[in-house]
């Protein structure tokens, strides 16, 4: 029998604190393969982006090429959500693009092209703490956006429920 896991944790770090069982992680680490996230290996956009267009599930009608304004807005995102977002955001770009065989970068949001803030430049008067820069950071998006949700989550790669949560947690509604 052969047992393949994937985790994005530190298990060998886990099991020296105690926190996963030592004797499973070396059952476990018989032979590991490391693969980097997505942010650290933008290279690798393009060919996931044809692999995932070659072998998307839902439509086969369209034969669909990204413009390289949309290949460049790809390959200066962060992926926060790894590959599954990359494939999300091109499954929805190929529904957005609709019978057009151009994916266009107004594709990869509802409301235009996703906007990413180039510098952002925050003052304080003491050292922040991780929360503190959250909130500041938050209320800025609040006013660039005007308070538009789904723009918001866009920028920041997160899901609209998970900006009601933020908005709420710092009391931004």
């Known amino acids: 029998m052969r047992i393949v896991a ?3 944790r530190n298990l060998e770090k886990m099991s020296a604190e105690g926190s996963f069982r030592t004797d499973l992680y070396y059952r476990l680490s018989a032979f590991s393969i490391n ?48 590959v599954r977002e990359l494939r999300n955001m091109i499954e929805r770009a190929v529904i957005l693009s609709g019978a057009s065989e151009e994916i266009r970068p107004e594709h990869f949001a509802l409301n ?10 925050f003052h304080f008067d003491h050292d922040p703490s991780l929360e503190e820069m959250e909130k ?6 609040v006013r660039k ?22 908005l709420e947690k710092h009391g931004l509604k």
Do not use: C, W
């Open 136 to 141: 500041r950071y938050l209320e800025t998006l």
């Open 112 to 121: 235009g092209p996703v906007e990413r803030p180039t510098q952002v430049d």
């Open 145 to 166: 956006y005007e308070g538009h949700r789904g723009r918001i989550a866009s920028v920041l790669g997160i899901s609209e429920r998970n900006i009601y949560r933020l």
């Open 35 to 82: 693969v980097p996230s997505l942010r650290e290996r933008l290279e690798d956009v393009p060919q996931l982006v044809g692999h995932i267009l070659a072998h998307h599930k839902f439509s086969r009608r369209y034969s669909k090429r990204v413009m390289p304004a949309a290949m460049s807005l790809l390959m200066n995102y962060s992926f926060p959500g790894n």
């Open 6 to 8: 994937a985790t994005n």
